[in-house]
């Protein structure tokens, strides 16, 4: 069992950054590989990124290629999303989730667990 915490969450105007942070308490934090999904009003939740249980791999949606950043720490079960030139599209829930089984990081059905999520909004 692992259970996850998002923070980082805010109001932040269109071309703005945000840090998001995924703290990971129970079984070791490098045992699993992260994703990060996000959900708007109406809308499926949706892929964003993922890393590997070891950082060496990494995967991104299109729309967010070039301006968001997954990362990691396992020294300090956390993981990250620095998100840069925000747009307003990019206005969502964010969830962290953590996979402990074989991997398909893009899908969201995939994972076993997940955090109860952090509030985006970009501003225009």
């Known amino acids: 069992q692992v259970q996850l915490v998002e923070s980082g969450g805010a109001l932040v105007q269109a071309g703005g950054s945000l840090r998001l942070s995924c703290l990971a308490s129970?079984?070791?934090?490098?045992?699993?590989?992260m994703g990060w999904f996000r959900q708007a009003p109406g809308k499926e939740r949706e892929f964003v990124a993922a890393?590997?249980?070891?950082?060496?791999?990494?995967y991104y949606v299109d729309s967010v290629k070039g301006r968001f950043t997954i990362s990691r720490d396992n020294a300090k079960n956390t993981g990250y999303l620095q998100m840069n030139s925000l747009k307003p599209e990019d206005t969502a829930v964010y969830y962290c989730?953590?996979?402990?089984?074989?991997?398909?990081?893009?899908?969201?059905?995939?994972?076993?667990?997940w955090g109860q999520g952090t509030q985006v909004t970009v501003s225009s």
């Open positions: 890393v590997s249980r070891n950082g060496g791999s990494t």
């Open positions: 129970g079984r070791t934090f490098s045992r699993y590989d």
């Open positions: 989730a953590a996979n402990l089984g074989p991997w398909y990081p893009m899908v969201a059905g995939e994972y076993d667990y």
